[in-house]
């Protein structure tokens, strides 16, 4: 079973950048996939794109596309998620989540990280 | 991107009703649609996937239908813990999209 842990929540201004990361420990198969989703305040979910760890792949969803950047450091098994060009609306809940690539659905899920966008 | 419509939006039902959740997909998916729970606060737990297949440690009150366009969850005798907010999600093709949410109340 794989469990993913995300660092902490953040408070971030307008304009700036914003950096999640998302561990996995467990016992985790050598295919492994990440995506990253949010969730705005009271609001449903969205998901903003994927990596595969082992081949540090990423694939975004159209709406982030150029400001949203998914990294991965295999040897540490970890995902990030950096959102640029923060603005108010980017308030949310932002998780982690892993996957099996395409076609699959979210099979668990880290406990999220809310980032709060603020002047 | 493909949109997913759920209705109702919010349902109010008693401990030991059954009751069913609609999604609706605006293109084909096939079987490609899981459903998942979500309590406040926490992150979403998935109960279905691929339509109908049931995940496991979920319980079997809880049971997936369709396909194509048209989806449905229904829980067979609602207990206490399943009052939650419920969501479909289709992966059939990126992005993958989910529906809007049905929050099922305490009558």
Not at chain 1, 20 to 32: E, L
Not at chain 1, 109 to 115: E, I
Request: glycine share 8%; charged share 15%; net charge neutral.
């Amino acid at each position: 079973q794989v469990h993913l842990v995300q660092s902490g929540a953040e408070v971030k201004k307008p304009g700036s950048s914003v950096k999640v990361s998302c561990k996995a420990s467990g016992d985790i198969p050598s295919y492994f996939a990440v995506s990253w989703l949010r969730q705005a305040p009271g609001q449903g979910l969205e998901w903003m794109g994927q990596i595969m760890l082992d081949l540090g792949t990423p694939n975004y969803a159209q709406k982030y596309r150029g400001r949203v950047t998914i990294s991965a450091d295999k040897s540490t098994h970890t995902a990030y998620m950096e959102l640029n060009s923060l603005r108010s609306e980017d308030t949310a809940i932002y998780y982690c989540a892993r996957d099996y690539g395409a076609l699959s659905y979210f099979v668990a899920w880290g406990q999220g990280t809310l980032v709060t966008v603020s002047s | 991107d493909i949109q997913m419509t759920q209705s109702p939006s919010t349902l109010s039902a008693s401990v030991g009703d059954r009751v069913t959740i609609t999604c609706r997909a605006s293109q084909t998916i096939n079987t490609w649609l899981a459903w998942y729970q979500q309590k406040p606060g926490t992150a979403p737990k998935v109960l279905i996937y691929q339509a109908s297949n049931l995940e496991s440690g979920v319980p079997s009150r809880f049971s997936g239908r369709g396909s194509g366009t048209e989806f449905t969850l229904t829980i067979s005798s609602l207990q206490p813990d399943d009052f939650a907010t419920y969501y479909c999600q289709q992966y059939d093709s990126y992005s993958w999209t989910f529906g809007q949410g049905t929050k099922v109340e305490i009558k």
